[in-house]
């Protein structure tokens, strides 16, 4: 069973997919990475604004 999974393996690394699919598969990650922390950022923003404006509308007038 593993012998045969190894084989396959083996054989889709060898040919000329399975390094497309290693360059595909790192840029997703690079994407995902980069949208996580743009989210994150916003988050951030977005908390303090609030949080402003909660304060500003909690003190009055």
């Known amino acids: 069973m593993m012998r045969a999974w ?3 393996a083996v054989r889709f690394l060898q040919a000329e ?3 497309t699919a290693v360059e595909y598969a790192v840029m997703l990650a690079l994407i995902i990475v980069v949208c996580v922390t743009a989210i994150s950022a916003l ?8 949080s402003n404006a909660a304060l500003n509308t909690a ?3």
């Not at 988050?43 to 609030?50: I, L």
């Open 59 to 61: 003190l009055g007038p």
């Open 17 to 19: 997919d399975g390094p």
């Open 43 to 50: 988050g951030t923003n977005a908390n303090k604004v609030f």
């Open 6 to 8: 190894y084989h396959k």
